[in-house]
T-cell receptor
Framework: DTAVSQTPKYLVTQMGNDKSIKCEQN?????MYWYKQDSKKFLKIMFSYNNKELIINETVPNRFSPKSPDKAHLNLHINSLELGDSAVYFC????????????????FGPGTRLLVL | AQSVTQLGSHVSVSEGALVLLRCNYS??????LFWYVQYPNQGLQLLLKYTTGATLVKGINGFEAEFKKSETSFHLTKPSAHMSDAAEYFCAVREFYGNKLVFGAGTILRVKS
């Protein structure tokens, strides 16, 4: 069973389009994340949701909007795509422990490779 | 603010040789430390982690890492490299209170036959 899954795996699109990437985790985790890996393989967090509530919002253009319909899903919608948005986007999840602290290990999905032409 | 420095963007070793990938971090509080591995065109897989307790931690595929607080280091080692170890390795840090992972720039490991 895939713990953290993302769709699509590859996404090729034109500049100016709007696209969404979906993420689902079946681990029962409360916290989910989106990371961006740029062309130099540098990984940086974009957003984090805890039980559908936004808790981390790094300096990301407001063209990027995460949406969490339930705690098992965190989708990423991108408006007006730009060339610089080309990257690999990783979803991840982790558990909230009984004391309210987030479990230290984050489990990553396989990534979505976005190419904007 | 936390940061992670991985010395050497590329490391090349011969099959059977020692693997040493360096990671130094800065954090104002005791951190959690991680090594993740990324094989070509795949996602990130947790290799090992340090949270508390024993400073030498063992991970999958024969890798281990030692947390040295005095040196703010968490270097990754493997006694004998295998061709299948060729991948990119990322060191990451997370503060005790918080859930944001900060990654290093990654080190590509090449294993020569």
């Amino acid at each position: 069973d895939t713990a953290v899954s993302q769709t699509p795996k590859y996404l090729v699109t034109q500049m100016g389009n709007d696209k969404s990437i979906k993420c689902e985790q079946n681990l029962g985790h409360d916290t989910m994340y989106w990371y961006k890996q740029d062309s130099k393989k540098f990984l940086k967090i974009m957003f984090s949701y805890n039980n559908k509530e936004l808790i981390i919002n790094e300096t990301v253009p407001n063209r990027f909007s995460p949406k969490s319909p339930d705690k098992a899903h965190l989708n990423l919608h991108i408006n007006s795509l730009e060339l610089g948005d080309s990257a690999v986007y990783f979803c991840a999840s982790s558990q909230v422990l009984s004391g309210g602290e987030t479990e230290e290990t984050q489990y990553f999905g396989p990534g979505t490779r976005l190419l904007v032409l | 603010a936390q940061s992670v420095t991985q010395l050497g963007s590329h490391v090349s070793v011969s099959e059977g040789a020692l693997v040493l990938l360096r990671c130094n971090y800065s954090s104002s509080v005791p951190p959690y430390l991680f090594w993740y591995v990324q094989y070509p065109n795949q996602g990130l897989q947790l290799l090992l982690k340090y949270t508390t307790g024993a400073t030498l931690v063992k991970g999958i595929n024969g890798f281990e890492a030692e947390f040295k607080k005095s040196e703010t280091s968490f270097h990754l080692t493997k006694p004998s490299a295998h061709m299948s170890d060729a991948a990119e390795y990322f060191c990451a840090v997370r503060e005790f209170y918080g859930n944001k992972l900060v990654f290093g720039a990654g080190t590509i490991l090449r294993v020569k036959s």
